[in-house]
Antibody, heavy 122, light 107 residues
Framework: EEQLVQSGAEMKKPGESLKISCKGS????????IGWVRQMPGKGLEWMGI????????RYSPSFQGQVTISADKSINTAYLQWSSLKASDTATYYC???????????????WGQGTMVTVSS | DIQMTQSPSSLSASVGDRVTITCRAS??????LNWYQQKPGKAPKLLIY???SLQSGVPSRFSGSGSGTDFTLTISSLQPEDFATYHC?????????FGQGTKLEIK
C-alpha cells in the first residue's frame, strides 16, 4: 500500500525548535515530489512548499520562505518540516502529500499523510 | 500568487440533491485544477484532477468542468457520505494555491 506516515502530535513553547517527519512507503519515494500543507484551526489549506527527494530540489511559497525549512533523507524515504523558533501562530495541523511520478509535474496531491498537529503555547 | 476563490463558502443541501461548487482563479491556469474532499479530523482526499479527470475509486456522481479561470465541481445526487468540505487547488504555478473551501452541510 502506498502511504505517507507522519510523526505524532507536538506541544511546544514559543521560541522552541521543532522538526516533524513524513515517511513514505509502498512506492518509489525518490520519483515523487513531497509537499507540505498547513491548516490552521477551522481554516483552509495553505501550500507551504515542496521537495524532490531525489536531489533535494526545494521550492517555497513566499508566505513561508524563511519561516520553515523543508528537507528530505532519501536513504530512509523521509521528508521533514522544521522550525528554528516557533510562534503561537504556528499552531496548526501540518500535512505532507505527494505529487508527480507518472502523473507528471502538474498533478494534484494524490496521497496524503494523516497530519501532524502542532500546538505552540506558553 | 494566483488567488483561488470558491463559492459559496457554505452550502446546505439534502440527500439526492444536485450540487455545484464554483472555483475562480485570478488568472488563467490552463487545465491544472484539482478538487479535494476533506472530512472533519481527516486529511484531504483527491477527487478530481486536470479539471475533469476522476481519481481512481471516486464515485461517478462527482464531476468537474471548466476552463481558463472558471471551474465547477458537481455532485449529481448527494449521498450521506458526501457531506464534507471541498477545496479547489491550482497546480499551474507555484505556490500551488487552494481556495478557501466550501462546507457542504445537511439541510
Amino acid at each position: 500500500e502506498e502511504q505517507l506516515v507522519q510523526s505524532g502530535a507536538e506541544m511546544k513553547k514559543p521560541g522552541e525548535s521543532l522538526k516533524i517527519s513524513c515517511k513514505g512507503s509502498g512506492y518509489s519515494f525518490i520519483n515523487y515530489w513531497i509537499g507540505w500543507v498547513r491548516q490552521m484551526p477551522g481554516k483552509g489549506l495553505e501550500w507551504m512548499g515542496i521537495i524532490y527527494p531525489s536531489d533535494s530540489d526545494t521550492r517555497y511559497s513566499p508566505s513561508f520562505q524563511g519561516q520553515v525549512t523543508i528537507s528530505a533523507d532519501k536513504s530512509i524515504n523521509t521528508a521533514y518540516l522544521q522550525w528554528s523558533s516557533l510562534k503561537a501562530s504556528d499552531t496548526a495541523t501540518y500535512y505532507c502529500a505527494r505529487f508527480g511520478g507518472s502523473s507528471g509535474w502538474y498533478s494534484g496531491f494524490d496521497i496524503w499523510g494523516q497530519g501532524t498537529m502542532v500546538t505552540v503555547s506558553s | 500568487d494566483i488567488q483561488m476563490t470558491q463559492s459559496p463558502s457554505s452550502l446546505s443541501a439534502s440527500v439526492g440533491d444536485r450540487v455545484t461548487i464554483t472555483c475562480r482563479a485570478s488568472q488563467t491556469i490552463s487545465g491544472y485544477l484539482n478538487w479535494y474532499q476533506q472530512k472533519p479530523g481527516k486529511a484531504p482526499k483527491l477527487l478530481i484532477y486536470d479539471v475533469s479527470s476522476l481519481q481512481s475509486g471516486v464515485p461517478s456522481r462527482f464531476s468537474g468542468s471548466g476552463s481558463g479561470t472558471d471551474f465547477t465541481l458537481t455532485i449529481s445526487s448527494l449521498q450521506p457520505e458526501d457531506f464534507a468540505t471541498y477545496h479547489c487547488q491550482q497546480s499551474y504555478s507555484s505556490p500551488r494555491t487552494f481556495g478557501q473551501g466550501t462546507k457542504l452541510e445537511i439541510k
